[in-house]
């Protein structure tokens, strides 16, 4: 496993600029544009400006793989003057052509008719699933570990190949909240100098189902109802609870999503999974079944589910504004992508698991992760549309050495993925679009279309021919040609079945719930309660409870009390499983870069105790943020710059929190301009929204830091100064130490005691 973190000189430099900067727009990334603007509206002509120092485009390349050549903002808005499409230089856009001032618009304005009309098309048909998504370019290395078992160039020792990355929850539309619970994507498209390489995964490494056949069904059961189109962006409701506790192969994974997994605390904390069985191939033809993972390099992390709840009001662009943010102050998101290895049996099972089941996992002490190579993601997208929203994934983008399996799931993806992008984006030409673009040479004999952007050259786009001297060739695996795995295949008969292996739903859904640490089984209890408490129709609950009662007898009871129901029993014997410590997201010690420490500060601070506190957390590459009653600044002569006011932070920002100072009233400090103030300061020592941010910060198991002058502030947010997490010291680098320390074990976990 490679250790050296590649990014880390960017980190350095971008936390010295940080460390001599005063302005927030300068310390702190999310500034709109490249450059300040001025405060009046500039009149003078000049280019357009360059995009962000963080943000890329594709790559130059022409519709058919050729390097252009070209700089990178060669498509780029280009001169000086607004012009229409063709164009043509505008001097008015403001005002239609009319028959005098008040008179009726005329017909003739062609400048009015090209302007409306391409803004009434501007949206495209939004994904059926996924739809809401965040992205980013980014570069993989290869270890060259994967070379015993694949023969694919990208996974070649150093080499390194140009990625674009998508996350995206599975249920809500565009518009929805960021941290709802649910199932997220996790897809990669590799350009490859072999051609695309899609890796279209899951954070989840289970699905719902066994058979594409059945895809419709749940997703119809997930999106809101019919009727009323509600509830957006969750699973809450009784047409998902009345399919998945008639469909039980979906269990496994529904519990899962009930887990910590449903609600990550940023997708930089997220894992990948393929989901499927592949198979690579080597460059003697030998081929070896596997399974993808993709490790954080920050660790596994989630929030709670209050902090959830409150983030979709707070920050409805919470993990989006999270990745960006990271890539822009050069704390560049990294993931290990690593393999499992099966032996290619004929059976294609492992320690009596069926490999072509997509919901069930092989434990990782089974068959432990071996890294293959590194994925940093470095540039935001300079066009959101162009980019993140166009970006078209497919399971059948393939390269050689990698080939798929009978996997029935996987075999309707291939199907539906080519399909969806033909309605999505307009025509059979996706792979045109730059976002997609393969940086191969591309020779394909797919002619005209909607939106072809090629220009085909030659007269025989069919083989064979010699009119074109017989170009295209075709190319045998030795000159790198695509050949599929000459996999035998049994004499059988058509049948609509699955598998006898395919029947059990339930061993491996209590291997995970035996897996668990007692904190994270009391989650999944109160995501079960919550969810079966907003379903209206009783019987849907009492059936669900007894899919539970076949997982664990405590989960039935608890669920159950919860909704003031009787708790079933199994219908025979619970699975004998073996846990699998892997899955816990508990107990493990992670990287604390990126992580971000609010600092709450006033006037009567120790301004210098402040500035060297941020200093060192900055040093720490993680990111301080200063808490103040008002913006601006604090002090004078060397004073402390204010990220955020007592109005504007809210805890779920946070990761950690150090008091400075008590946090003296703001002047906004009364209910009638900020609700959080309430009545107003019960002690007018300390803002009542500074008691609250603490309150929430030790409600969510996060350590807090207390300096010498803010210790009586802790009895007023209900705090005890000895409680687990609670870093009471005089000396602000101790206190900072002891909170560091925390963050790498993600929270306090001993605040959420075991019930007895």
Known sequence: MEEKNPVKSVVDKVADKAKDAMAPSDVL?????????????????????????????????????RPTGAPAGVREQNGSYLTGAQGLRLSDSDHSLKAGPRGPVLLQDHHLREKITHFDHERIPERVVHARGAGAHGVFKGYGTASGVTKAAFLAKDVETPVFVRFSPVLGSRGSADTVRDTRGFATKFSTSEGVF???????????????????????????????????????????????????????HTLWNMSDRGIPRSYRTMEGFGVHT??????DGGT????????????????????????????????????????????????????QTFPDTPEQTFEGIDLLDPTKIVPEELAPVQPIGLLTLDRNPTNFF????????????????????????????????LDTQITRLGGPNFAQLPINRPHAPVNDM?????????????VAPYKPNSLDGGCPFFAGSEEGGYVETPVQVPAARKVREAPASFADHYSQARLFWLSMSPVEREHIIAAY????????????????????????PYLCEQVAAGLGLPAPKAAGALPDVQPSPALSQVGQ???????????????????????????????????????????????????????????????????ALILAAPGAPGGDAFGARDAKAGNGPVDAGTDPRVLLLLAEAYRHAKPIGVLAAARPVLPGAGIPQDAPGVLVNDDPATALRGVVELLALHRVWERFPAPA
């Open 589 to 655: 010690s992670w990287p604390t870069a990126g992580r971000i420490i609010g600092i709450v500060a006033d006037a009567g601070a120790d301004l210098a105790a402040v500035a060297a506190l941020r200093q060192s957390i900055l040093d720490g590459d993680m990111v301080p943020l200063v808490i103040a009653p008002s913006g601006g600044q604090l002090g004078s002569g060397e004073p402390v710059t204010v990220q955020r006011t007592f109005a504007t932070a809210r805890s779920v920002e946070f990761d």
């Open 288 to 339: 070896t079944l596997v399974k993808f993972h993709w490790k954080p390099k920050a660790g596994v992390h989630s929030l709670v589910w209050e902090e959830a709840q409150i983030i979709n009001g707070v920050d409805p662009d919470f993990h989006r504004r999270d990745l960006a943010d990271a890539i822009e102050a050069g704390a560049y998101p990294q993931w290990e992508l690593g393999i």
């Open 29 to 65: 990334p999310g500034a709109p544009g490249s450059r300040p603007p001025q405060v009046e509206e500039p009149t003078d002509p000049r280019k357009p400006l360059p995009p962000k120092a963080d943000q890329g485009a594709p790559e130059p390349f022409t519709a058919t793989g």
């Open 386 to 417: 162009d980019e993140t929203e166009q970006v078209a994934f497919h399971p059948g983008h393939l390269v050689p050495g990698i080939d798929i399996t009978d996997d029935p799931l996987l075999a309707g993806r291939l199907f539906s993925y």
């Open 198 to 252: 899609d890796l279209v995964g899951n954070n989840i490494p289970v699905f719902f189902i066994q058979d594409a056949i059945k895809f419709p069904d749940v997703i119809h059961a997930g999106k809101p109802h019919p009727d009323r189109e509600i509830p957006q962006a969750q699973s809450a409701h009784d047409t998902f609870w009345d399919f998945v506790s008639l469909h039980t192969e979906a269990t496994h």
């Open 278 to 283: 592949f198979r690579l191939v080597d460059a």
């Open 529 to 552: 309660t919550f969810e079966l408490g907003k379903c209206y129709e009783q019987a849907i609950k009492e059936r669900n409870l007894r899919v539970l009662a076949e997982i664990d």
């Open 446 to 458: 797919l002619r005209d279309g909607m939106h072809q952007t090629a220009v085909h050259s030659g």
